[in-house]
Structure formats: structure tokens, C-alpha cells
């Protein structure tokens, strides 16, 4: 995947501006795919200079000039043919496990550091998948359909499942040290 097909996903249902996209991908997309401001608006301009998304002016009073973005036919036409492409496994990177892989160089104190730092970081990221709510089913979104809703739905409890199996797993982990180390 790759941030432009995200964008232009989000972009599929309603137009938004930078700023918007940016609180839409932290709250939605962020837990299996994040990106800085300045990735998003890069990323609009040059969907915007490839046509498949185009950029609005609204002028508000008091406020800031907003400027919505809004996916072209083109920028559908992306979509769907990445859709539909066949799905490639990326390479598996994972500096955690790297570190613990080779941990054994540690003192067992340093060692439990690590686990515990991780933990912490994905009791982190379970509060924050935890705390993204969902509106009543009766009361989708406007450009929300009811499939849309549980697929993504069904992203956001993918990543609640991995991040509870993490947990238990370093607390297995945890325990499988405690045999071992003073």
C-alpha cells in the first residue's frame, strides 16, 4: 500500500483538506499506516498534478482559506485497479524484534527493559484502537455504506487482535525468562 492509495481511498468518501485528512488518517488508517503532514500534502499535490484528485478553494470569513480535496474519476479509476491488484507480502521489518533476537548480550535486567518498553508501547496503541468509536450502525456517515463500515471496522479490531496477542505474548515471554534468569 502506499500513502497515495490511502489518501485517495479517504478522498472516495468526501472531499477534505490536508488538515482534515491528516485527523482522518491518525483516528481511521494511522494504526496500520501513518503519515506526517507534510507526507499528506505532498502527496495531495502530486495527486492533484497526476489528475487524480483536484483541489478547491473555499474562502471563510475569519478563518483560514480552506482548500478540499476531491478524488477525479481518474483518481477512482487508481483506486480500483490497486483495489484489485494482486496483494505483495512486504518485507518484514522489525527493529523490537531484531533487538530481542540478539538480546542475549544483555544482562537479564536490560533484557525485561525491553519487554517492559514494548509493552508499554503497544498498551499504548490498544488505548488509542480502543478508544476510536464507531457511529450507530442507523447513522452511517454521509458517503459511508454499510460494507464500508464493517470493513472498517473490521481494520481497526485486526488491529486489536494483534495487538492483544502481542501483549500475551511478551507476557509469555516474560514468564519464559523468569524460569531461566535470577
Same mark, same amino acid.
Given at each position: 500500500?502506499?500513502?497515495?492509495? @490511502? /489518501?485517495?481511498? #479517504? +478522498?472516495?468518501?468526501?472531499?477534505?483538506?490536508?488538515?482534515?485528512?491528516?485527523?482522518?488518517?491518525d483516528?481511521?488508517?494511522g494504526?496500520? &499506516?501513518t $503519515?506526517?503532514?507534510?507526507? #499528506?500534502? %505532498?502527496?495531495?499535490?502530486?495527486?492533484?498534478?497526476?489528475?487524480l484528485?483536484s483541489?478547491?478553494t473555499?474562502?471563510?470569513?475569519?478563518?483560514?482559506?480552506?482548500h478540499?480535496h476531491t478524488v477525479?474519476?481518474a483518481?477512482? @479509476?487508481?483506486?480500483?485497479? &490497486?483495489l $484489485?491488484?494482486?496483494l505483495q507480502?512486504?518485507?518484514?521489518?522489525?527493529a523490537?524484534? @531484531?533487538?530481542?533476537?540478539?538480546?542475549?548480550?544483555l544482562?537479564?535486567?536490560?533484557?525485561?527493559?525491553l519487554l517492559?518498553?514494548?509493552? %508499554?508501547e503497544?498498551a499504548e496503541?490498544?488505548?488509542?484502537?480502543?478508544? #476510536?468509536?464507531?457511529p450507530?450502525r442507523?447513522? +452511517?456517515?454521509?458517503?459511508v455504506t454499510e460494507?464500508?463500515y464493517?470493513?472498517?471496522? $473490521?481494520a481497526?479490531?485486526?488491529? +486489536?487482535?494483534? $495487538?492483544?496477542?502481542?501483549l500475551? &505474548? /511478551?507476557?509469555a515471554?516474560? %514468564?519464559?525468562?523468569?524460569? /531461566?534468569?535470577?
Amino acid at each position: 500500500m502506499s500513502l497515495r492509495h @490511502a /489518501i485517495l481511498g #479517504i +478522498l472516495s468518501v468526501k472531499p477534505m483538506s490536508g488538515y482534515e485528512l491528516k485527523k482522518v488518517v491518525d483516528g481511521s488508517v494511522g494504526h496500520f &499506516w501513518t $503519515a506526517d503532514r507534510s507526507q #499528506i500534502y %505532498r502527496t495531495l499535490s502530486a495527486l492533484v498534478e497526476e489528475g487524480l484528485a483536484s483541489r478547491g478553494t473555499v474562502v471563510q470569513e475569519g478563518r483560514p482559506t480552506l482548500h478540499p480535496h476531491t478524488v477525479t474519476d481518474a483518481g477512482l @479509476a487508481e483506486l480500483d485497479r &490497486w483495489l $484489485a491488484s494482486p496483494l505483495q507480502a512486504p518485507p518484514t521489518r522489525d527493529a523490537f524484534l @531484531a533487538r530481542l533476537f540478539f538480546a542475549d548480550r544483555l544482562p537479564p535486567e536490560r533484557v525485561r527493559a525491553l519487554l517492559d518498553a514494548r509493552h %508499554r508501547e503497544v498498551a499504548e496503541e490498544l488505548a488509542e484502537l480502543e478508544a #476510536i468509536e464507531f457511529p450507530p450502525r442507523d447513522a +452511517l456517515p454521509e458517503g459511508v455504506t454499510e460494507l464500508g463500515y464493517e470493513l472498517r471496522e $473490521a481494520a481497526r479490531d485486526h488491529g +486489536l487482535a494483534h $495487538a492483544r496477542a502481542e501483549l500475551a &505474548w /511478551i507476557d509469555a515471554t516474560r %514468564r519464559r525468562l523468569e524460569r /531461566i534468569t535470577p
